[in-house]
């Protein structure tokens, strides 16, 4: 798959429910019922919502609510058959939708639009014990953006999810081989694109998104001011820079 997808986010609390159930957990039941291309389950240290409600880990007697974030990417009609569904189980937290493109199975040359080109967020969801060669596979991705020039990637340990459609969730006793974990980098489009062939040769069923962004800030140093917020259109919101 090389198409415009959905990113489907979800931002609510650890021990937020629907019904008897932990949301969660149902909302990554419905990932995994409509087969979602990947997904990933993602629990925070420190956050607060509109409740206003601080809760951290640092702290004992508000470590018992922490701020939970799932994150799921597949085409728009399969984000969009769900999103009923979504939206019925989720009576707190936010829902939001972000295009994206994905990239799935061989991962080859890519040509970046404009946007794109110049600054570009690449996701990369790989199983926490997936391995290329003798090395973690996490570790052998940041080793190769790094060697591309990417300005700077980051690993993020997920605690559930879906890969190419197939639930994968952490349990106590176990490996959790197949759980995903996310690798966000930002970067020069060119970069990015350079590296993505290698990559995709790499992993085994590479799971891939790229994201056009405007990079405001960067070692402290002021590029750009940030951008107006766009207008929506007909397709969804329009990305990029205003004339």
């Not at 996490?138 to 340990?157: E, I, K, M, S, W």
């Not at 290698?198 to 001011?225: F, H, S, Y």
């Not at 940030?226 to 969804?236: D, F, H, I, K, M």
Request: hydrophobic share 40%; with cysteine.
């Amino acid at each position: 798959m090389n198409a415009d997808c959905l990113k489907l986010t979800t931002y609510f609390a650890e021990h937020d429910k629907t019904g008897r159930r932990f949301l969660g957990d149902a909302l990554l039941d419905c990932y995994g019922r409509h087969q979602f291309a990947t997904s990933v389950l993602l629990r925070g240290t420190e956050g607060f919502g509109s409740r206003q409600h601080l809760q951290t880990q640092r702290l004992l007697t508000l470590s018992e609510d922490l701020p939970m974030v799932s994150v799921a990417v597949d085409t728009r009609q399969r984000i969009e058959q769900a999103l009923a569904e979504v939206a019925a189980l989720t009576s707190h937290g936010l829902v939001t939708l972000e295009r994206a493109r994905l990239l799935t199975s061989r991962v080859g040359q890519v040509w970046l639009p404009e946007g794109l080109a110049e600054a570009s967020k690449l996701t990369v969801y790989v199983g926490r014990g997936a391995r290329v060669g003798s090395r973690p596979a996490f570790v052998a991705v940041v080793d190769l953006l790094y060697r591309h020039r990417v300005d700077g990637a980051t690993v993020l340990l997920g605690v559930d999810g879906t890969a190419h459609g197939v639930r994968e969730r952490a349990r106590f006793f176990g490996h959790n081989a197949s759980v995903p974990l996310m690798i966000i980098s930002v970067g020069a489009g060119a970069a990015i694109a350079t590296a993505l062939p290698e990559l995709g040769a790499m992993l085994d069923r590479p799971l891939v998104t790229l994201e056009r962004i405007w990079v405001c800030k960067r070692g402290g140093q002021l590029l750009a001011d940030p951008e107006p917020c766009p207008t929506p259109t007909r397709q969804g919101w329009e990305c990029g820079r205003s004339s």
